[in-house]
């Protein structure tokens, strides 16, 4: 009776945290301007009809993923119209399946604290901030979880076995639909298997049939790879380096992908000390019976924990791009070893519930201050929008009376939240295969911005055609990222003056002789 009332008590407390973390994500969604690749999603998928979305997706993508997320995106903004708040909603809802599916999954092999544990464990991580994005991977990772459960009950339970099977094999088709670095689900499913064949010395079939059916979902994606493929060349510099390994946990868990170079060298061994730390004792309450967690299991997580080193290979041998988002589904196996390697701790009555406690203290405190920042953050970013009058003016007198910016991003931001329609139409988005490759060994600016071009009315012309004249042209300068502006200016020898900021960058004069 005690025990199930403990039950009771801990599923009551997993939905209340899940709540909380909705509620949060919810405020914070309230003041979070859309920027970067959030723009992209939208430009491309606010269609005006289901066959223009698949021509676009075929043909000239602006974002690389199959089509199941942009076909999500397309009927909110059909129903909705452009509210961020309600397109963000997949990806909220996605991450609190995934923290659902993780307090089962846990609950199962060790006891409810640990199992609350790892339900908060991803919303203390940066991978928070994923539900606050208008893109693919807040909803993969509820996917990535759901697999995970689906797969843990059918080798579990025999009642029902054959619905978990189903839901196994249509959470793997969906995924692979989501994003196409999903079929790294398949990596840790067919490792455990092997595990498994190994153990009962025979094939479980009604599996292999499940993974078999979820892979079939591969089909679905072919007509999109084409478009998708344009990008595999000259995606970044230097190609996909082993360094994004490391990058991968950084974003995961941290949410910046590099830091300094000693940064980065503290960082890899911290996280080799961990992963020590987390093997070591699982593999100590495994062998002494103090939880209930399978050998597949534990080669399950392992393998899913360590989906950078996959991503890092897929893409570079296959693929040539990759970013440290694509291997975000880890964060549900590490989230499940973390919690269980600090299991025994949790047993103990007053340690267990200090360290609960302390964790959720810890991520109440998070969230005041998260939703402060977002508040603070859009009031700085809307206000540093106001062109200053010098600004405008020294727009107007030159010959082409247009803003110039380079960023497709601090263009796209400026598009859809500046309300003044006649400073938009003082500004135009620039670009230069040539400037790109010579600079930053890429064309994956350039290839956006064409598409772009394809799916809306801006004002977008090539850099030299814009600045072919000699006189005088204002330019808004980012530094960093993509961003080759600075370099090409300086090889034309050009006479650059600051003459304020906007967005939040500078405002340069330029003048050509």
């Known amino acids: 009776m005690g025990q199930a009332a403990g039950s009771k008590s801990s599923l009551s407390t997993a939905i209340a945290l899940i709540g909380i973390t909705a509620f949060v994500?919810?405020?914070?969604?309230?003041?979070?301007?859309?920027?970067?690749?959030?723009?992209?999603?939208?430009?491309?998928?606010?269609?005006?009809?289901?066959?223009?979305?698949?021509?676009?997706?075929?043909t000239f993508p602006l974002e690389i993923d199959p089509l199941l997320y942009h076909l999500l995106t397309f009927v909110e903004i059909s129903l909705w119209g452009l509210k961020p708040v309600l397109l963000r909603l997949p990806s909220l809802f996605g991450f609190l399946l995934m923290q659902l599916c993780l307090f089962v999954f846990v609950r199962r092999i060790?006891?409810?604290?640990?199992?609350?544990?790892?339900?908060?464990?991803?919303?203390?991580?940066?991978?928070?901030t994923y539900t606050l994005y208008i893109r693919p991977y807040g909803f993969l990772l509820g996917l990535f979880a759901l697999a995970s459960l689906s797969w843990q009950t059918a080798i579990r339970y025999e009642r029902h076995r054959i619905y978990w099977l189903i839901s196994l094999a249509l959470t793997i088709a969906l995924a692979i639909n989501?994003?196409?670095?999903?079929?790294?689900?398949?990596?840790?499913?067919?490792?455990?298997?092997?595990?498994?064949?190994?153990?009962?010395?025979?094939?479980?079939?009604?599996?292999?049939?499940?993974?078999?059916?979820?892979?079939?979902?591969?089909?679905?994606?072919?007509?999109?790879?084409k478009g998708a493929s344009e990008f595999r060349s000259n995606y970044v510099k230097g190609g996909v380096s082993y360094h994004t390994v490391l990058q991968s946990y950084n974003s995961i868990l941290l949410g910046a992908a590099t830091y300094s170079i000693f940064a980065n060298h503290l960082l890899a061994i911290a996280l080799l000390l961990?992963?020590?730390?987390?093997?070591?004792?699982?593999?100590?309450?495994?062998?002494?019976?103090?939880?209930?967690?399978?050998?597949?299991?534990?080669?399950?997580?392992?393998?899913?924990?360590?989906?950078?080193?996959?991503?890092?290979?897929?893409?570079?041998f296959v693929t040539h791009?990759?970013?440290?988002?694509?291997?975000?589904?880890?964060?549900?196996?590490?989230?499940?070893?973390?919690?269980?390697?600090?299991?025994?701790?949790?047993?103990?009555?007053?340690?267990?519930?200090?360290?609960?406690?302390?964790?959720?203290?810890?991520?109440?405190?998070?969230?005041?201050?998260?939703?402060r920042?977002?508040?603070?953050?859009?009031?700085?970013?809307?206000?540093?929008?106001?062109?200053?009058?010098?600004?405008?003016?020294?727009?107007?007198?030159?010959?082409?009376?247009?803003?110039?910016?380079?960023?497709?991003?601090?263009?796209?931001?400026?598009?859809?939240?500046?309300?003044?329609?006649?400073?938009?139409?003082?500004?135009?988005?620039?670009?230069?295969?040539t400037q790109e490759m010579k600079w930053n060994h890429t064309?994956?600016?350039?290839?956006?911005?064409?598409?772009?071009?394809?799916?809306?009315?801006?004002?977008?012309?090539?850099?030299?055609?814009?600045?072919?004249?000699?006189?005088?042209?204002?330019?808004l300068i980012n530094q960093g990222g993509w961003n080759w502006i600075e370099d090409a200016l300086a090889a034309r020898h050009a006479r650059v003056t600051p003459i304020g900021t906007a967005l939040g960058l500078k405002v340069v004069s330029v003048e050509f002789d």
């Open 110 to 128: 060790a006891s409810s604290r640990t199992a609350l544990v790892a339900l908060l464990f991803p919303a203390l991580s940066a991978t928070f």
């Open 373 to 433: 920042a977002a508040k603070t953050s859009r009031d700085m970013q809307l206000a540093s929008m106001v062109l200053a009058p010098a600004i405008k003016a020294a727009i107007m007198n030159t010959p082409s009376q247009l803003l110039y910016v380079q960023d497709v991003d601090a263009f796209g931001f400026a598009q859809f939240h500046e309300g003044d329609r006649n400073v938009l139409s003082h500004m135009a988005l620039v670009y230069s295969a």
């Open 25 to 58: 994500s919810l405020m914070i969604s309230h003041y979070y301007l859309v920027n970067g690749d959030d723009l992209l999603e939208i430009w491309g998928d606010k269609a005006s009809g289901l066959g223009t979305l698949l021509h676009t997706q075929r």
């Open 443 to 475: 064309e994956t600016g350039t290839r956006i911005v064409t598409h772009l071009k394809r799916v809306e009315t801006y004002n977008i012309s090539p850099y030299e055609h814009s600045t072919a004249q000699p006189g005088r042209y204002i330019f």
């Open 178 to 225: 989501t994003h196409y670095y999903a079929v790294l689900l398949l990596v840790p499913l067919c490792f455990a298997e092997l595990v498994r064949s190994w153990q009962n010395r025979r094939l479980d079939f009604p599996m292999l049939s499940a993974l078999f059916a979820g892979t079939m979902g591969t089909l679905f994606i072919l007509p999109f790879l």
């Open 274 to 316: 961990c992963a020590a730390f987390v093997f070591w004792s699982c593999i100590v309450q495994i062998r002494t019976g103090q939880i209930a967690m399978h050998l597949p299991e534990f080669i399950f997580l392992l393998t899913l924990a360590g989906l950078p080193v996959f991503a890092f290979l897929i893409g570079h």
């Open 321 to 371: 791009a990759m970013e440290p988002r694509y291997a975000l589904g880890a964060i549900v196996g590490i989230s499940v070893l973390s919690a269980i390697s600090i299991s025994p701790s949790l047993r103990l009555p007053k340690l267990g519930a200090g360290i609960l406690l302390i964790l959720v203290a810890a991520f109440t405190w998070r969230s005041f201050q998260q939703v």
